[in-house]
T-cell receptor, first 114, second 118 residues
Framework: GEDVEQSLFLSVREGDSSVINCTYT??????LYWYKQEPGAGLQLLTY?????DMKQDQRLTVLLNKKDKHLSLRIADTQTGDSAIYFC??????????????FGKGTKLSVKP | KAGVTQTPRYLIKTRGQQVTLSCSPI?????VSWYQQTPGQGLQFLFE???????NKGNFPGRFSGRQFSNSRSEMNVSTLELGDSALYLC?????????????????FGPGTRLTVL
């Protein structure tokens, strides 16, 4: 089966860059996603990257994909206190009856200190 | 355009009862997926509906069921509630089915329904 792993915690100072890492197992995943969850809220789609891309940039967010190592990272430039949240990496399932659903990591809790 | 809406936002039930949760997708979206989020297990896929048919199902017991209406709105039902069913239930909608292709298949999530089973 597929599995997605992330470190659980990351603490940075306001204004620094944050890098959240993720590893996945399904090499056939077409798209990989980053979602953000604030306390008491649902998941907010931040960005996604197609598996034939190495990098995608969207304002303060940069996604890097190393398909050989099955490693995905999300870099947040100039991290602000409002970026404090849990960040989930997800890949799309490609097996059996669950084909098409998202497989999530456990989430990385980002704490931004002023 | 309005986002995904879920009702109710909070529910408290007792063991043995049943519960129905509702999800209204983004206008024009035809696929609705449900996920369960708990501190221990994280986010787990429950099922996906497209054109009123269940297309995919995760590894949950038969007590968890759902349906989709002709207007793409979806409901999920949990019967004979257990303490372990306490969770945040999230609904996600996408333009077309599945999340494989990204783009138009990208899933957008609602705020969730927080279910507490006492």
């Amino acid at each position: 089966g597929e599995d997605v792993e992330q470190s659980l915690f990351l603490s940075v100072r306001e204004g620094d860059s944050s890098v959240i890492n993720c590893t996945y197992t399904d090499s056939s995943s077409t798209y990989l996603y980053w979602y953000k969850q604030e306390p008491g809220a649902g998941l907010q789609l931040l960005t996604y990257i197609f598996s034939n891309m190495d990098m995608k940039q969207d304002q303060r967010l940069t996604v890097l994909l190393n398909k050989k190592d099955k490693h995905l990272s999300l870099r947040i430039a100039d991290t602000q206190t409002g970026d404090s949240a849990i960040y989930f990496c997800a890949e799309s399932a490609n097996y059996g009856g669950s084909q098409g659903n998202l497989i999530f990591g456990k989430g990385t809790k980002l704490s931004v200190k002023p | 355009k309005a986002g995904v809406t879920q009702t109710p936002r909070y529910l408290i039930k007792t063991r043995g009862q049943q519960v129905t949760l509702s999800c209204s997708p983004i206008s024009g979206h035809r696929s609705v997926s449900w996920y369960q989020q708990t501190p221990g297990q994280g986010l787990q896929f429950l099922f996906e509906y497209f054109s009123e048919t269940q297309r995919n199902k995760g590894n949950f017991p038969g007590r968890f069921s759902g349906r989709q209406f002709s207007n793409s709105r979806s409901e999920m039902n949990v019967s004979t509630l257990e303490l372990g069913d306490s969770a945040l239930y999230l609904c996600a909608s996408s333009l077309v089915r599945g999340a494989r292709a990204g783009g138009s298949d990208t899933q957008y999530f609602g705020p969730g329904t927080r279910l507490t089973v006492l």
